[in-house]
């Protein structure tokens, strides 16, 4: 058995995030390796360490009123983390959460630290803990409320208006079902779901994808039909971009931001071993990423190479593309249900130089693509900047370009786009907040 407690596993990473501005995923994986966390208890390490991040703000807020200075660090981590047992999960007796976090306070620190930890989770027991209705103004209180920064909630309720950012930041609280792209030309979704009930997992058909298959129970990355490349774990929205692409067998196809490879492998499903898909990222690390997804799935269409996309005719100068995928670096707020830290790291004008990689990616992009060619521009966040205005801007500078409605998508898809944009909310169908735009070259 392992020395350590699930507890001070998931305050090792919130201390991580803090100190290296590490990715949590990451580092919940590499926690569970480290402190040998078992099967049994992963699941709880899981929840309390999201849970933690994800609601990081409105933990702070209930402390408040019971902290006679300010505490920074590893402390505020254990109270946070304590209290987010005590209000969030039902499964978690409160003087179990206390005791552990007393255990860990004295083993980490002294005995004056534990016994403030136990001073201010006593009192919030005894005491409970401040209304949110306190708060006035309505975006603090979503902010607050929801735990996303205040010009975040400013900002996207300048996009998109006060009630959507509202639904979208609680559902952002809410962790995302498990999803598959099943590789239809070698099984079918019957026969995928078929083969995970015998391995324990219960899966349905996606009524909002073809190829789709939702998770009910258990865990599909652990199945001998992952491993054996007759499915891959990917988010509905995410799959709906090579839909949008509309590969099709014979051609050449580009993706300028491909790793690990989620879409890459699917257009090349999508080409069933006709044609190509060159898929380039920027260093040799991802582009391994990349093959061993290709090589998973048993496609030999994919070729991965390390370069940067803005370069692009350096290397290919007279080669000409189909189709080509600028799938582009982003800021990520649509995954912000499986990558919570994300919404605290970045700052507002990160995303104005991200929109600028973007345009010089699409503008690098539309110079290879062969006359009456398609370029699909997709990002997986929701930000008006990011997407509308990147897409206007490419426009502005490429008469030659012109945007249509994507044909190849299910039409309760379709009729979310405006403008022929589609914006897709975490809120719409409970997949990520993605945004796809299809061109095509005249
Ligand atoms: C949204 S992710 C791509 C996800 C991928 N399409 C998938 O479905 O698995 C964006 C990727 O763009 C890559 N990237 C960033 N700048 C780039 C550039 N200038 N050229 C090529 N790739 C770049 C990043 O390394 C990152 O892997």
Wanted: glycine share 6%; aromatic share 6%.
């Amino acid at each position: 058995m392992s020395k350590f407690s699930l507890r001070e596993a998931a305050l090792h990473i919130l201390d991580q995030i803090d100190k290296n501005q590490s990715y949590s995923n990451l580092l919940l994986n590499h926690a569970i390796k480290k402190f040998e966390i078992s099967k049994k208890d992963t699941g709880l390490l899981t929840e309390i360490t999201y849970g933690t991040i994800q609601r990081k703000m409105t933990l702070d807020y209930y402390l408040e009123p019971f902290l006679k200075k300010k505490i920074e660090g590893w402390v505020r981590n254990l109270l946070r983390l304590s209290l987010y047992q005590m209000l969030y999960l039902d499964r978690v007796p409160e003087r179990a959460a206390i005791h552990e976090a007393v255990e860990i306070a004295k083993k980490k620190g002294h005995k004056g630290i534990a016994g403030m930890v136990n001073g201010v989770l006593r009192s919030i027991q005894r005491e409970g803990v401040r209304s949110l209705d306190e708060i006035e103004d309505p975006i603090t209180k979503i902010s607050i409320g929801t735990s996303h920064p205040g010009w975040l909630v400013k900002r996207w309720s300048e996009h998109f208006g006060l009630e959507k950012t509202k639904e979208m930041c609680e559902r952002n609280l809410i962790a995302p079902i498990q999803t598959a792209r099943v590789n239809l030309n070698r099984i079918t979704r019957e026969e995928a779901i078929e083969m995970l009930k015998e391995e324990g997992v219960e899966a349905s058909e996606s009524h909002i994808v073809p190829a789709a298959i939702r998770v009910k129970k258990g865990n599909i990355a652990h199945t001998s039909a992952y491993a054996e490349g007759f499915i891959t774990v990917q988010d509905e929205s995410s799959m709906l971009v090579a839909y949008a692409l509309n590969p099709v067998p014979g051609e050449s196809v580009l993706d300028m931001c491909a790793a690990p490879g989620g879409k890459s492998t699917h257009i090349a499903e999508c080409l069933n071993g006709e044609g190509e898909v060159l898929a380039l990222d920027l260093h040799d690390h991802k582009i391994k990423l990349i093959n061993e997804n290709a090589d998973r799935l048993k496609l030999k269409n994919v070729k991965g190479e390390a370069m940067d996309g803005r370069k692009l005719q350096e290397h290919y100068p007279d080669k000409e593309f189909d189709r080509i995928l600028v799938d582009a670096p982003c800021s990520g707020f649509g995954v912000l249900r499986r990558k919570p830290d994300i919404k605290y790291a970045k700052r507002e004008q990160d995303l104005h130089s991200l929109a600028r990689i973007q345009q010089e990616l699409l503008a690098s992009a539309v110079k290879s693509l062969k006359k009456g060619g398609t370029l699909v521009y997709s990002t997986c966040t929701v930000d008006k900047e990011e997407n509308e205005g990147t897409v206007e801007k490419f426009l502005a500078g490429h008469p030659d370009i012109e945007m249509k409605l994507p044909d190849n998508l299910p039409e309760h898809i379709t009729v979310l786009a405006e403008n022929n944009m589609l914006q897709i909310f975490p809120q719409d169908f409970d997949g990520d907040g993605f945004f796809i735009t299809v061109f095509k070259k005249n």
